[in-house]
C-alpha cells in the first residue's frame, strides 16, 4: 500500500469490460474511504498525478484529521482522441500543439494519417482491426454519398455493442438514423466553435487536422471520429461502473470498520462514479463529486439515463456535488458535435437551453426543486464554508476557480470535497 500525503492510497484496475485486473489493498483502521475516478487520460501515470495533486492539496485543508481515511484510485483503459499531431507532454496527459510548418500535400496526408492512428488507439482490440482498416481506406475517397454512408456504418459497428442509445447526447440518431449520408452531410457543417479539439483533459490545443487536409469533408471527419470516440468511452465508462466498480463498492462497504464510502469522477469517471451508485446496494455512499462531468445535464432528471440516482431510490445519503462552467469547452463541444450531427443548428449549442448540453458546462438541469440546493451554488475558496445538504444536488457555477476541463486539481476543489466529509 502507498500513500498520498500520510493518507493511505491503493489502486483498483479494470478491464474495459469492467473485470478486475488488480484489487485495492485497505489499511487495518478505515471508517472513511475515497473512490475517485480519473477521465480521459491516455495512461496510469496520467491518472495517479491527477490523484495525487488533488489529494496532497486535500491534506493540506482538511483540518479534521485523516486517520481513520484511504484513498483507492480507479485505473481504467481510458483513451483520448484530440486533433494535435503530438504526443503527450506531461503527467497531466496534456498534449503540446506544433504548427506544421511549410505544409506540402505529403505533409499534410502523413498528418491526416497519424491522426487516425490516434483514433485507432481507442479501438485497439483485435476484433476491430479489419474494422479500422476499411475505415482508413475509404479516407481518400469520401466524396461521394455511397462511400460517405460507409464511413458511417463503420464507425457504428465499432461501437455499436452495449452502446447507450439516448437522447441526449445525439448518439440515438447517430446508430439509427436510415440516412446516414445526411449525418456526414451535418457533420460536414460544423462552425468554427465545433472544429479544434473536443475531447482533451487539459489546455486546448491547434494543429494540422483533417480540416486541412480535406476542406469541408475533414469537418465531417474530425467530428466523427471524435463523437465516436466520445460514443466508446461513455459506454465503457458505464460498463466498468456497473459490472466493475459497484460490485467493488459493496465489498468495501462490508470491510471491517468502513461507515462511508465518497465518490470522486472527473470527466468520464464521472460517469463511471455514478454509473456505479446506481447499480450498488450499499446503505454507505455518503457523498458523491463530479468534477466537469462529461455526460448529459439531464442525467438526473425525470426521464434521464440516472434517474435512479437521486429519486426515487436517493442512492447518495450525503450530497452529490456537482463543478460546472462555461469554460469547460470540451465537453460543451462534444455536445456542440451532437447537435451538429443531429442536424440542429442552433446558434447556442451546448449551452444551458440546448437538449444536448453538458453537465460539466451546465450543472444538473431540469430537477425537482426539492432535489437541488438553492444556497450553495457557487465553487468557493478554500477556507470558506459551505451548508452542504445531504441526499440533494449542489450545482457549484466554478468559472473563478476551474479555467478548463482539465483543471480540477485545485485546492478550491479539494476544499469542497473536504467540507462533505465531515465526521459523524
Not at 58 to 85: C, M, Y
Not at 159 to 186: H, I, Q, W
Not at 200 to 219: A, L, M, P, T
Amino acid at each position: 500500500m502507498d500513500n498520498i500525503a500520510n493518507i493511505p492510497y491503493s489502486t483498483v484496475e479494470f478491464d474495459q469490460a469492467g473485470q478486475r485486473l488488480r484489487a485495492p489493498v485497505l489499511p487495518g483502521v478505515v471508517r472513511d474511504v475515497i473512490v475517485v475516478s480519473h477521465g480521459w487520460n491516455n495512461n496510469r501515470q496520467a491518472a495517479e498525478t491527477l490523484y495525487r495533486t488533488l489529494f496532497e492539496n486535500f491534506a493540506q485543508v482538511h483540518k479534521r484529521g485523516t486517520e481513520k481515511l484511504a484513498i483507492i484510485g480507479v485505473i481504467w483503459p481510458s483513451k483520448k482522441f484530440d486533433l494535435s499531431n503530438d504526443e503527450p507532454s506531461d503527467d497531466d496527459g496534456e498534449v503540446r500543439a506544433t504548427k506544421a510548418n511549410g505544409g506540402n500535400d505529403m505533409e499534410e496526408q502523413s498528418g491526416a494519417d497519424a491522426l487516425f492512428s490516434r483514433f485507432e488507439a481507442a479501438f485497439a482490440d483485435s476484433e476491430n482491426r479489419e474494422e479500422l482498416a476499411t475505415l482508413r481506406g475509404l479516407l481518400g475517397r469520401l466524396d461521394s454519398s455511397q462511400s460517405q454512408a460507409e464511413f458511417i456504418f463503420g464507425l457504428r459497428r465499432l461501437v455499436a455493442m452495449n452502446a447507450d442509445r439516448s437522447e441526449s447526447d445525439g448518439s440515438r440518431k447517430f446508430f439509427e438514423s436510415k440516412t446516414p449520408d445526411a449525418l456526414f452531410r451535418y457533420a460536414s457543417q460544423a462552425s468554427a466553435e465545433v472544429d479544434g479539439v473536443v475531447f482533451d483533459d487539459g489546455d486546448e490545443i491547434r494543429g494540422v487536422g483533417f480540416h486541412d487536409v480535406f476542406g469541408s469533408v475533414g469537418n465531417a471527419v474530425t467530428s466523427l471520429l471524435n463523437i465516436t470516440t466520445y460514443y466508446e468511452m461513455k459506454k465503457r465508462a458505464g460498463m466498468i461502473g456497473d459490472r466493475g466498480l459497484a460490485p467493488l463498492i459493496d465489498e468495501l462497504a462490508e470491510h471491517p470498520g468502513v461507515e462511508r464510502i465518497f465518490l470522486v469522477g472527473h470527466s468520464f469517471g464521472a460517469r463511471l462514479v455514478t454509473a456505479a451508485a446506481m447499480h450498488s446496494h450499499t446503505a454507505k455512499l455518503h457523498g458523491m463529486f463530479l468534477l466537469q462531468a462529461a455526460f448529459s445535464h439531464n442525467a438526473f432528471s425525470g426521464k434521464g439515463h440516472f434517474r435512479r440516482v437521486v429519486n426515487p431510490t436517493r442512492r447518495i445519503v450525503g450530497p452529490i456535488v456537482i463543478t460546472h462552467t462555461p469554460n469547460d469547452r470540451a465537453v460543451g463541444r462534444s455536445y456542440a458535435i451532437a447537435s451538429r450531427i443531429s442536424g440542429d443548428d442552433a446558434a447556442d449549442v451546448g449551452d444551458a437551453t440546448d437538449k444536448y448540453g453538458g453537465l460539466g458546462c451546465n450543472g444538473a438541469l431540469n430537477m425537482a426543486d426539492d432535489e437541488v440546493s438553492g444556497t450553495c451554488r457557487e465553487l468557493l475558496a478554500d477556507g470558506i464554508p459551505y451548508s452542504f445538504t445531504n441526499g440533494v444536488v449542489h450545482n457549484l457555477e466554478s468559472s473563478r476557480y476551474i479555467r478548463d476541463h482539465g483543471d480540477v486539481k485545485g485546492r478550491q476543489v479539494a476544499w469542497a470535497i473536504s467540507q462533505a466529509i465531515v465526521p459523524t
